[in-house]
């Protein structure tokens, strides 16, 4: 019996702490559907997938599965109900083979495991989705395509008709894109609903028959795929023309200010560039590309293995953060949860932790009254949305906390900003603030290099682009050349040989 | 987050603060109900005294635990300090200008054996937990080799008057342990060096890539750990001798003092002011079994749940 919906969920609500996450919102799904789920960082996109996967509870709302209500309180019922779920970051144990950790719960009837079968059952899953790997190999060795393929083999084996890939071609390249869209397709012949998260709009248009579009919480339209077109979507998807994301570059560019020759380290080799005065240089490349390590590197943060750093022309011997920091080298790090906050201190806390010296005595006590004075001065200028810098940063929103790491670096006298994805996970009017920000700081004179993977902003923000792949600069482009083709012409590049 | 969110949540952290507080307190008030000898000056006194070596040691512990790490060889330094210190006093018992060089030399002594264990922990990034477990043993070996398992008397009239002597009725050990609260709690609130330690064991990762020398604090903790263990130690041979048998289980007391007072054992969290009450209220359990003349060996089956039940309180709290 063939049913319209296979997920239909209505009026979900959801807050966290007072937050209103999810205000009642509309999704539903068809048999044999991909479905692109679209909106910008923290539009609720993820709480909505959750609680379909049963991770989160919901606060409102019905959901009806296969036209049945259906009660999804834990992740085990939403398996048992047919969903699958494949996370950006992979739950995948690295040590065991890529058949165990497709049948990770599954490997073996009365406790006993029949290799042979459970190796068979493995390559046969994986087949089906076109790819072929000894299943015995460990998957802490193969490659992020492939354990990306691993968790949907995982999901499906587990009889999943509800898939739910969030960003996946986040971490692939274009090659690798494509097997997961053909992979995609026959799942899709095969009745399976696929939910496609994704950033990437020509993605989205290739290869989803419908879309639903989140901003703050909200669905602000949605419908068939071939109803929209490219910027009508993301003007819903950020509530404003996009002309309007990007202010114009007006710092004049001087000298060099960091130069690097010949760096080698664990995950890159032979990378040289030249960064100067009042410049945005953008570093573009895929998770996994060696971009991030280039940055912590420079900073001090990953041991180098050889060549030189130079700042303003001189040889400089960066061996720690804190080297790299009375160099006057800021690094606002790609993970602010995990690398650039300590959550669970209050936000003036963090905020003077970069140079708490400035705000001390001589003996090392700290001054309420200095540091109140520079945190208040900061929090006005970043326009950080707190009513009391003594609360826990944990309890400020994504684009506030970035912020706060931004406060940090500008509370040091910085000239070197690297700044690693500084826009992810934060709302478009914080995106403008850093924006506005980063001209700002150019404008009196600093360099900032700027690690994305999202081309807008790249074309956006950047004076020049590097394009670094598989460790290595594969090519640079000057403002006017740079296009979204072109970018990834160079990425393709690195893979073409 | 909504401001009624907000408030809800720093009311319920200051329960979380003031439990230990409170339940002293009632231990206080319940124990005055028990017997009618205990709520006198002198018994107080006595609770004091008696733990003021372990008051000093979990100090030294709050630190090391800030930062996400544990040191379970305080009690064996604590022992080793002691034996020492007794064997350097050995020649010049009567002298008490012997009294600066055998103390500072004793000190100097942990403050290497310290700078070792954190050095290990924090630049060649051990497990404090395995470091420390063996400078446990070996320290605790150390002790007996020097006192060839013999108590060594001290004599000193300047170490024995410090013992018995008292300022307006508190004795002298009680103000050391005191100051050295005073100190760490001041140290905690207001200086850079505590609020680094903090920091570093709520997001070591965070820390070290604002530009601050992790491993140079991680290290520090240790040294300071071992620091106090000698002043711990000196203080626990009250009793006239330098016995490397003292001290034992001293690291338990310590970590059990943290942890009732609410500190976490994976870092960032704790104060001294609720240590301090960690220590006491196990001191004061231990001193309520002895009035209600409860045998030792429940006595230490009863401690031990006790410390469960702190902990499953807390963690109830913690869970909103």
């Known amino acids: 019996m063939a049913v319209e919906f296979l997920v239909r969920m209505r009026g979900v609500k959801k807050s966290f702490a007072g937050v209103k996450a999810l205000r009642g919102v509309d999704f539903s799904l068809r048999p044999g559907e991909i479905h692109a789920l679209v909106g910008e960082n923290g539009a609720g996109k993820s709480t909505l997938m959750k609680i379909l996967s049963g991770a989160h509870a919901m606060d409102e709302g019905d959901i009806f599965v296969d036209g049945e209500p259906a009660r999804i309180g834990t992740p085990r019922r939403a398996k048992e109900l047919g969903v699958g779920i494949v996370y950006q970051e992979f739950e995948l144990a690295d040590d065991l083979s890529i058949a165990e950790n497709i049948f990770i719960d599954r490997l073996g009837a009365h406790g006993i495991v029949r290799w042979r079968d459970l190796y068979e059952r493995a390559q046969r899953v994986l087949r089906n989705l076109g790819f072929d790997i000894d299943v015995r190999r460990p998957v802490g060795g193969i490659s992020v395509a492939y354990k990306q393929m691993v ?32 992979a995609m397709r026959s799942l899709k012949e095969a009745g399976v609903g696929v939910i496609y998260i994704s950033h990437r709009m020509d993605e989205v248009f290739s290869v989803c028959d419908s879309v639903t579009v989140m901003r703050d919480g909200e669905v602000t339209g949605g419908g068939r795929i071939a109803d929209f077109d490219v910027d009508g979507l993301v003007e819903l998807m950020i509530g404003r023309k996009l002309s309007t994301m990007y202010p114009p570059r007006t710092a004049a560019v001087g000298g060099e200010i960091l130069r690097l020759e010949r760096l080698d380290g664990d995950a890159f080799s032979d990378v040289s560039l ?40 001189a040889e400089a011997r960066i061996r720690s953060p804190h080297q790299g920091k009375r160099r006057g080298i800021a690094l606002i790090p790609e993970n602010r949860k995990e690398q650039g906050l300590v959550l669970d201190m209050p936000i003036k806390t963090n905020i003077t932790m970069t140079n708490i010296r400035k705000v001390s005595s001589r003996l090392g006590v700290v001054s309420a009254k200095r540091e109140n004075g520079a945190v208040d001065e900061l929090v006005r200028r970043l326009t950080v949305k707190t009513r009391d810098t003594r609360n826990p940063a944990s309890t400020l929103s994504g684009g506030n906390q970035q912020k706060v790491v931004i406060a940090k670096w500008l509370n040091t006298d910085a000239e070197v900003m690297i700044m690693d994805e ?59 050349l740079m296009t979204e083709k072109d970018i990834m012409k160079l990425v393709v590049g690195g893979h073409g040989s | 987050m909504s401001d009624a969110a907000l408030a809800g949540r720093s009311r319920l952290a200051l329960v979380r603060e003031s439990l230990p507080v409170a339940v002293l307190a009632i231990l206080i008030v319940a124990s005055s109900f028990l017997n009618r000898n205990f709520l006198t000056g002198q018994n107080i006194f006595n609770l004091l005294r008696q733990n003021s070596g372990t008051i000093i040691v979990s100090f030294g512990m709050l630190l090391v635990i800030l930062t996400g790490g544990i040191d379970l060889s305080v009690g064996s330094v604590a022992a080793f300090s002691s034996v020492l210190f007794a064997t350097l006093l050995d020649e010049r018992q009567n002298d008490a200008m012997a009294l600066p060089p055998a103390f500072g030399l004793t000190l100097l002594c942990s403050l290497g054996f310290g700078a070792l264990v954190g050095y290990l922990v924090a630049y060649r990034k051990m497990a404090s937990f395995v470091v420390t477990l063996a400078s446990m043993t070996a320290a605790r070996g150390g002790a007996y080799m020097i006192s060839h398992a013999k108590t060594i008397p001290i004599t000193n009239e300047t170490v024995n008057a410090f013992n018995k002597s008292s300022l307006f009725r508190v004795p002298y050990s009680v103000i050391l342990a005191g100051a050295v609260f005073l100190v760490v709690a001041f140290a905690l609130s207001r200086t850079v060096y505590g609020r680094l330690v ?91 079994m002895v009035l209600m003349r409860i045998p030792p060996y429940p006595q230490q089956v009863i401690k031990g749940v006790i410390i469960i039940v702190a902990v499953l309180l807390q963690g109830q709290n913690k869970a909103k």
């Open chain 2, 198 to 288: 903090k920091a570093i064991g709520s997001n070591e990762t965070a820390v070290r890539l604002s530009g601050i020398r992790t491993d140079f604090y991680v290290m520090s903790v240790y040294m300071v750990s071992a620091a106090l263990c000698t002043l711990g130690g000196i203080i626990e041979s009250r009793t006239g001798v330098g016995d490397a048998r003292v001290c034992q289980g001293l690291e338990l007391d310590a970590i059990a003092a943290c942890v009732i007072g609410g500190a976490s054992l994976s870092g960032g969290r704790g104060t001294a002011v609720n240590t301090l009450m960690g220590v006491l209220i196990l001191g004061l359990i231990g001193n309520i």
């Open chain 1, 151 to 182: 968790e949907i083999a995982k999901a499906l084996s587990a009889n999943a008709r509800i898939l739910v890939l969030d960003e996946p071609t986040a971490v692939l390249t274009p090659n690798e894109t494509e097997k997961l869209f053909a």
């Open chain 1, 274 to 313: 030249t960064l100067r005065k009042g410049e945005i240089l953008g570093v573009f490349g895929l998770v996994g590309s060696g971009r991030t390590e280039i940055a912590r590197a420079v900073f001090g943060g990953d041991g180098l293995r050889g060549g030189k750093v130079f700042v303003n022309g």
């Open chain 1, 422 to 480: 500084p826009t992810r996970g934060v709302d478009v009017g914080a995106k403008v603030e850093i924006y506005n920000l980063m001209n700002e700081l150019t404008a009196r004179g600093a360099g900032i290099l700027m690690i994305s993977s999202e081309l807008n902003e790249i074309i956006g923000m950047c004076d020049r682009v590097l394009v670094v792949d598989k460790g290595g600069v594969r090519g640079e482009l000057p403002r006017e």
